[in-house]
């Protein structure tokens, strides 16, 4: 019944769930976009087809997005009022301009691009799905602006107790934002190119009447997710190096870390002991830390023991190291679906140019369980951003412990997590259940406006 734990739990539940979401929609929207425009540009009735079939499944996905991330705000509001108190006037603006600009240009052309099918001249309604497109990546702009201030904390004083604001343009200007921003924007552009050649796939396997439209889907899915893996992966390298000079205690920990080398090894297994800080068993590849964080075989990386002692000297006493093993295996798993990601849309990307994607082979059999790996990466890579920054909420300005409520008790964040957990349950068992209907139903009963039977899923 601890307020903090239970806090903390109800936080993480939500915005992993959330987080389910944000990429695909944030990747999806650009690529119904460029489908809307071959469309516009040709007026091929399959790249019609295209968009209105692949755009029915993001509105899906948009809107469980929106039901899920309203949650967020109340609770910066009720468990965490005092982090709320501490920095409200720096994170709140950002937010404001997320909800007040961003998020109404989305949602508004949405909208438009919905109900102005053969309604509205045909250039405006093309602009609409990419003010769509352009709105959710504004969006995502400025929630990482936001976030990158918890990391990285710069435009700020402090005031009677609290981080007040002092250069708005700061907080663009964040090093960490434009090493963040970039990484989650390929990652939804991966996301969203694997849900379609995963659909397509599964079409495609299932001899599907419609093969040209899913052959099509297909070459564009595996276009886009070999572009965004590849990208993700890039701009992670220079997002590692950062983290290196502004987080190393989330650095050394997702490597199991326990003293400063130089040159660094990296850990390719460990199994290590958390109380003492040292290795059981691990097996490493000598250089290849300090080659990945400075480019060059030489270079310390600081390890957490030294770490802790130079938190002590210059926070106080108390305890600075996150819980490695969750650290250590998120950017494992991380890591690993992004490799098996590359692979696969690499070998889509062959296939499709020999025209061989239509054959049911063992590559488009196993092919659609690969939507869940871009999912994987995303989740695993946000709980390592968010728990290598323990004990902070803001790095180097408040613990997470000080940032709870102080007035919201444990059964009230009990009842809360509870009813969200199970709501936010059956909720996705609504979006899959919608997802699979429509990404099962004829194409062009779909593209028509038709609401698919529950057989054709």
Known sequence: MDPLILARLQFA???????????????????????????????????????????????????????TGIVQEFQFGMNWSEYSRFVGDI???????????????????????????????????????????IGSTLS??????????????????????????????ALIRNPHVWVQFPHVWFSGLTTAGFFIIAIAAWRMKRRDADLAFFRNSFQMGVIASLIGVALVMLVGHSQAQHMVRVQPMKMASAEALWNSE????????????????????????????????????????KGINDLQAEYEQAYG????????????????????????????????????LRDRTDVPGFYLRWLP???????????TGWIMTEMGRQPWIVFGLQLTSDGVSNT?????????????????????????????????ADTAEVASGAIPSVAQA
């Open 317 to 352: 006493p108390g305890d600075y190291m996150p819980f490695v093993p969750l650290i250590y295996w998120s950017f494992r798993a991380m890591v690993g679906a992004g490799v098996l990601m590359l692979v696969l849309a690499g070998w889509g990307l062959l296939r499709a």
């Open 91 to 133: 994170f709140g603006a950002p937010l404001a301009i997320e909800a007040l600009m961003t998020f109404f240009l989305e949602s508004t052309f949405l909208a438009v691009w919905l109900f102005g099918w053969d309604r509205i001249p045909k250039r405006a309604h093309l602009a609409s799905i990419w003010l769509v497109a």
């Open 408 to 440: 919201v008790g444990g059964g009230a964040v009990l009842l809360s997590l509870v009813t969200f957990t199970l709501l936010y349950g059956v909720l996705m068992v609504v979006d899959v259940y919608l997802l699979a209907r429509y990404a099962g």
């Open 262 to 301: 130089d040159p660094a090894s990296m850990s390719l297994f460990t199994i290590g002991d958390l109380e003492n800080r040292r290795d059981v068993f691990a097996i490493r590849v000598p250089a290849l830390l300090s080659i990945l964080s400075y480019n060059r075989a030489a270079g310390t990386v």
């Open 369 to 379: 369980l690969a939507i869940l790996l871009p999912f994987l990466a995303n989740s």
């Open 13 to 67: 539940i939500t915005t992993v769930y959330h987080f389910f979401f944000v990429p695909l929609t944030l990747g999806l929207a650009w690529l119904v976009a460029i489908m809307h425009l071959q469309y516009y540009r040709t007026g091929d009735e399959t790249w019609r087809r295209m968009t209105k079939f692949w755009g029915k499944l993001f509105l899906i996905n948009f809107a469980m997005g929106v039901v």
């Open 140 to 169: 995502a702009f400025w929630i990482l602006v936001a976030n990158s201030f918890m990391q990285q904390p710069t435009g700020y004083v402090i005031q009677n107790g609290r981080a007040e604001m002092v250069d708005f343009f």
